[in-house]
Structure formats: C-alpha cells, structure tokens
C-alpha cells in the first residue's frame, strides 16, 4: 500500500468535508511532509501522538477568515508502480508559479525551490496548490 497516497488522499478528503484536524498513521516521511507543509502554510500545525507503535499524526488544517482552504489542490506524482525522478533544474515540474513540488532527496524532504539552493535533484512526491 502507498502510505504517502494515503496520507494525501485523507489531506484531500478533510479538506473538502472541511474538517478542522485529520488524523494519519505515523511514519518519518509523513512527518516531514507534514513539515513541509506547515513550512509553506499549507497546513496550520501537526503533532505527533506516540502509542506504542507507529504513532499518530494530526494535522491542523489552515483556513482563510471565509473558510476558504490553503490546499486547493494536492495530488501524488510518483508512484511505487512509477517512480518520477528530477534534477534540480527540472524539479518545479511546471508548477512553480502555482504552487509547491515536495520532493525526497538525499538532504531530506524539501521543496523545489529548497533543492535548486540545495542543487539536489530527487524522487517527486507531491505537488500542492
């Protein structure tokens, strides 16, 4: 199963019943992600609840004063069946002026714009709007 898939897809699904938190399996990629995301203002804040085994992650989802989400649009790009890498000249994969490319990299879960500075290219995860 693609726990990444999962987790997008839940971001995805809260967003758009408007639900305040939603709550995802623990793991060290998710918590990066989530990182990232609280780091672009995508997401108001996350926190991690331990239980013995992997854990619990919750996400604060950001709103606007007219209840308008910070996601619009979130979506998987690599795949376990495919995977989709880039150098770090063609990291933003043409969403640059629209959003945000999370990328994994060998400095860790970063952005596009942070692996240009970086200049290390990756596997692409995530795009967000």
């Known amino acids: ?33 989530a990182r990232v995301l609280k ?7 996350f926190k991690i609840f ?3 085994k992997a854990g619990t992650l919750k996400i604060l989802l950001r709103y606007t004063r007219e209840k308008e989400p ?18 770090y000249q063609e990291a933003d994969g ?11 990299t060998s400095k860790g879960i970063v952005t596009s714009r942070q692996a240009k500075t970086l200049k290390v290219g990756g596997e692409i995860l995530a795009k967000v709007w």
């Open 1 to 33: 199963m693609d726990t990444i898939s999962d987790m997008l897809t839940r971001i995805r699904n809260a967003v758009q019943a408007k639900k305040e938190v939603v709550e995802i399996p623990s793991s060290r990629m998710k918590k990066e992600i």
């Open 94 to 104: 043409g969403a640059q002026e629209l959003g945000t490319v999370i990328l994994s």
């Open 70 to 87: 910070a996601i619009t649009r979130i979506e998987r790009v690599s795949k376990p069946s495919r995977r989709i890498y880039r150098s």
């Open 39 to 45: 780091e672009e203002g995508y997401i108001a804040n």
């Open 50 to 52: 331990e239980d013995g």
